[in-house]
């Protein structure tokens, strides 16, 4: 029987320039680590390179869109962990910022083809 995993938050940036997140990235990563309460090498920041297509024209966006993938939490964290993807990417000049949760389940989710359920 494998053990329960509960720890790790992917967390996929959208229309955000790499540079500007890895300037926020150790220290938002720590505030997330503290409201998840999990070890901080299972925090995963990825930059997923999108392009906006609006009238013939193709451009980077100034918006961000954040998909926040994790086991359920309570809603006092996953506001927590909102608000922190938020402060610390208007640091970095985005004043915009949208985010999505979506939750992982035990059954659905294999480690080294392992069912974690």
């Not at 890895?22 to 990563?29: H, N, P, V």
């Not at 090498?41 to 869109?65: A, K, N, R």
């Not at 359920?72 to 208007?90: F, M, N, P, T, W």
Request: hydrophobic share 35%; aromatic share 12%.
């Amino acid at each position: 029987m494998i053990k329960k995993t509960y720890n790790m938050p992917f967390l996929r940036f959208h229309t955000i320039d790499p540079v500007k997140l890895a300037e926020i990235s150790r220290e938002m990563t720590d505030r997330l680590q503290e409201i998840i309460g999990c070890p901080r090498e299972h925090i995963v920041l990825e930059v997923i390179h999108s392009e906006i297509v609006t009238d013939g024209q193709i451009g980077q966006g100034d918006w961000p869109f954040i998909e926040v993938a994790y086991f359920e939490r309570s809603l006092e964290i996953q506001d927590g962990v909102a608000h922190i993807i938020c402060q610390y990417l208007k640091q970095v000049g985005y004043e915009n910022v949208d985010i999505h949760f979506s939750y992982l389940s035990n059954r659905n989710y294999y480690e080294n083809g392992n069912c974690s359920q």
